[in-house]
């Protein structure tokens, strides 16, 4: 069984930088084929996605953070890291990690965290 816990939310100001964390439990050989990535959903807004990252490193960014994130992933501690500088106020929102096999990340077939909050103020 797979299951992803996050870490790393807080409240900074705009201009700032956060880290999120989470990692990932379950076999090695179920989890490291899966896309890892990071989704967020702002009050009243729809879940979208922020991040996505391969097992061989590719990844894929929302236009509205390129340039200002970046996702890693550690295949050995089965973990996906998202560092975000320059935050801005529009950044704020719950922040999940995701999983899951191609393009069933962020999907009901994937895997989900529970949240962390992260809140930007001007």
């Known amino acids: 069984q797979v299951q992803l816990a996050e870490s790393g939310g807080d409240s900074v100001q705009a201009g700032g930088s956060l880290g999120l964390y989470c990692l990932v439990s379950g076999d090695i050989t179920v989890v490291n084929p899966l896309v890892m990535g990071w989704y967020r959903q702002a009050p009243g807004k729809q879940r979208e996605l922020v991040a996505k990252?391969?097992?061989?490193?590719?990844?894929h960014y929302a236009d509205s953070v390129k340039g200002r994130f970046t996702i890693s992933r550690d295949n050995i501690r089965k973990a996906v890291s998202l560092r975000m500088d320059s935050l801005r106020p529009e950044d704020t929102g719950v922040y999940y990690c995701a999983a899951g096999r191609g393009n069933r990340i962020g999907t009901q077939d994937g895997y989900w965290g529970q949240g962390t909050q992260v809140t930007v103020s001007s």
């Open positions: 990252i391969a097992y061989g490193g590719g990844t």
